[in-house]
């Protein structure tokens, strides 16, 4: 099933629970707000695009659940709800998005069903939005990789980071959809292990060949011929660089060096237009992620840590940025790929 | 205390037991060989130079233990106990080489007395000429760190690697002793977490500055500004490349990129006159190192993973390999540390 869905026989909001990866698969169904604002608080669902698309269920779900017998009432509910949704991942730029625009299609709804229907075609409509960008990037993106290709992913820029197909992973789906023979090699993405966790999870589910490395192997694999190309997918893309998880600069640079083309994959409401490498300020996080791996204790409880949650990779060291409107070479402006 | 040391008052092998490290700093006393073979087989000590002192040792405890009459039955009573030494370890060439050393020496005793005297001074020897060895690496290296510097390193080329001081940390600490102020960032070194666990453990020991990062971070941190230089240990030097924990090569090139020096500190026993990149094999690990922390799972049982021990680094990525003879600056030939 999709990351994240709606399921029309108990209009309920049902989330592949990914904290219990790979250990177990899990779907979750959300009956109530509550219940959907702690899968997303505590990480059950994640990645950008997926939290769109959770935000725009919450909405639909809020509506559903609302007792309003007006228009003005059910309006106020879905506001309150809409402030709820978003106080869960604060920083999260895409769930906002998502709740606001479901917010914004309800305006056009004569009575409290009509809101109701507006509010799930929305949600959905976003869902598919997802899905249909993501098939985009694939079809530009599977050009770049050759049959019987290896390509180097970082993190997890899956389907389990967005509502189906992924953006790097997705490319790499697409040339297999082609009938192109790709292999992968996840990175296991410290501190939190997104590539261990879910990335190979992913891939071995759809029985695409992925072999685990830890960070500090990607070197030497590139080194050792076993790397066709690098393909991350981004956080936020400026002018100036691709931020992404902590990680990818190095990568960047370890591409260059053996000559290996380096190619991120992002839809364009990545792209921050205004924004530029000294405008981003990187957010730090908790130092017990590099003490403690779960139960066990990795350093000295009160040792000293650095852990930027991202870095910065610059343009030139990019080959190409892959999007649904098709791929860019750098240098390129930004503005260009709205022509 | 150091790494390992002789108890004179029990006739016993003292040492740190590595594996409990970070969590607790236990000392535990070997007063039988097996033990001894015990703490060398579980990892309770390890380290190239270190294990050369456990292989002296063990003949000394060997010696005492023995209830040998005659020259001839403690002679063949250590044979038997330099077999067993070497094979909780084979492939570890200083543990044999340990060994060996102190058994060619008691080809000098007349009684048993002398036997054991002379194996017990033997094990002190190669203990304190460890220790010297790394004053002097640390001596030379010195000279290549500036007041205020940051030292960046990977795995543990420190004191817990040897009798005491280290080579790579020893350089740290005796630019620190010659009155300059020296912090240094430890990569966490996946999967066996060696900088995590150890390296920052025994400099916070010295009260000598370390901020924890994993090993993505490395590339980073150079482009923020944050690193001076690299200072890393090895395994084996051949003419060629240097062989050291994987994920050194990587760094290698990062350094390079940002203009900063490399340096590789060893004591000249690393030297591998012979030998070249192609002529070594490099161990393949469990795959359950990067599959499992501990108790904890990090991936699916099953993913298929590439796990090298360690990597070559070309010398041309080297600005210099600092020896107990001296600094040496690639391109050069091995054999010139001898003169």
């Given at each position: 099933m999709r990351t994240i869905d709606w399921k029309d026989e108990s209009n309920s909001v049902v989330l592949v629970d990914q904290t219990l990866l790979p250990k177990e698969y899990r779907i979750i169904e959300c009956k109530t707000l509550s219940s959907l604002c702690?899968?997303?608080?505590?990480?059950?669902?994640?990645?950008?695009?997926?939290?769109?698309?959770?935000?725009?269920?919450?909405?639909?779900?809020?509506?559903?659940?609302?007792?309003?017998?007006?228009?003005?009432?059910?309006?106020?509910?879905?506001?309150?709800?809409?402030?709820?949704?978003?106080?869960?991942?604060?920083?999260?730029?895409?769930?906002s998005w998502g709740v606001d625009?479901?917010?914004?299609?309800?305006?056009?709804?004569f009575d409290v069903q009509g809101v109701r229907d507006i509010a799930l075609q929305e949600a959905k409509d976003i869902a598919e939005e997802d899905v249909a960008i993501n098939k985009l990037i694939g079809k530009y993106g599977a050009k770049?990789?050759?049959?019987?290709?290896?390509?180097?992913?970082?993190?997890?820029?899956?389907?389990?980071?967005?509502?189906?197909?992924g953006t790097a992973l997705g490319v790499a789906r697409s040339a297999?959809?082609?009938?192109?023979?790709?292999?992968?090699?996840?990175?296991?993405?410290?501190?939190?292990?997104?590539?261990?966790?879910?990335?190979?999870?992913?891939?071995?589910?759809?029985?695409?060949?992925?072999?685990?490395?830890?960070?500090?192997?990607?070197?030497?694999?590139?080194?050792?011929?076993?790397?066709?190309?690098?393909?991350?997918?981004?956080?936020?893309i400026t002018q100036d660089v691709v931020f992404n998880k902590i990680g990818t600069y190095s990568l960047s640079i370890l591409a260059k060096e053996h000559e290996i083309p380096f190619y991120v994959a992002a839809p364009i409401s990545t792209f921050d237009f205004d924004g530029w490498e000294g405008s981003v300020k990187i957010e730090m996080r908790n130092p017990d992620e590099l003490r403690f791996f779960g139960s066990e204790q990795l350093a000295p409880k009160d040792v000293e840590v650095y852990n930027p949650a991202f870095d910065a990779t610059p343009m030139e060291n990019i080959t190409a940025v892959i999007t649904e409107k098709g791929i860019f070479y750098p240098p390129f402006l930004l503005d260009e790929v709205l022509v």
């Open positions: 702690e899968a997303i608080k505590s990480l059950r669902i994640r990645g950008a695009p997926a939290l769109g698309a959770a935000g725009g269920f919450g909405i639909a779900l809020a509506a559903f659940l609302s007792e309003a017998k007006d228009i003005e009432t059910i309006t106020r509910d879905l506001e309150v709800a809409g402030k709820t949704l978003k106080s869960t991942r604060p920083t999260a730029v895409n769930l625009r479901v917010l914004r299609a309800i305006s056009d709804a770049l990789l050759k049959d019987g290709d290896t390509v180097l992913t970082h993190c997890n820029a899956g389907r389990l980071a967005c509502v189906d197909w297999i959809a082609e009938g192109k023979e790709i292999k992968v090699i996840a990175c296991e993405t410290r501190p939190l292990n997104q590539g261990s966790r879910i990335t190979t999870w992913e891939l071995m589910q759809d029985n695409i060949p992925v072999t685990l490395i830890s960070d500090s192997m990607a070197g030497w694999a590139m080194r050792q011929g076993l790397v066709d190309s690098v393909l991350v997918g981004a956080d936020r």
